[in-house]
Nanobody, 123 residues
Framework: QVQLVEAGGGLVQAGGSLRLSCAASGRAFSNVALGWFRQAPGKEREFVSAISSSGGRTHYADSVKGRFTISRDNAKNTVYLQMNSLKPQDTAVYYC????????????????WGQGTQVTVSS
């Protein structure tokens, strides 16, 4: 089992930045691939970014490529999502997710989920 707790959401103006963090406990963190997904009201959950267990591979949705950066610190059992140049369309609840196999971009592949953190970008 892996427990995930997100933090760092909030309200920011368009063009601003936020850094989300996700602290993990339980199963060996260094064996867990991690992803960030988001869900806006009335929309399906969508992939944002993911990172392999070693941190050597990362993936980004086209909509955030060049603006968001995912990273992890295995010594602190934490994954981060640095979000720059935020847009109103980035407004959503952001979820951290984990899985004990290879990194993927499909939400159904992830076994462990955090409770989510709200990100609101005003225009």
């Amino acid at each position: 089992q892996v427990q995930l707790v997100e933090a760092g959401g909030g309200l920011v103006q368009a063009g601003g930045s936020l850094r989300l963090s996700c602290a993990a406990s339980g199963r060996a963190f260094s064996n867990v691939a991690l992803g960030w997904f988001r869900q806006a009201p009335g929309k399906e959950r969508e992939f944002v970014s993911a990172i392999s267990s070693s941190g050597g591979r990362t993936h980004y949705a086209d909509s955030v490529k060049g603006r968001f950066t995912i990273s992890r610190d295995n010594a602190k059992n934490t994954v981060y999502l640095q979000m720059n140049s935020l847009k109103p369309q980035d407004t959503a609840v952001y979820y951290c997710a984990g899985r004990t196999f290879g990194v993927t971009t499909y939400y159904a592949d992830y076994n462990y989920w955090g409770q989510g953190t709200q990100v609101t970008v005003s225009s």
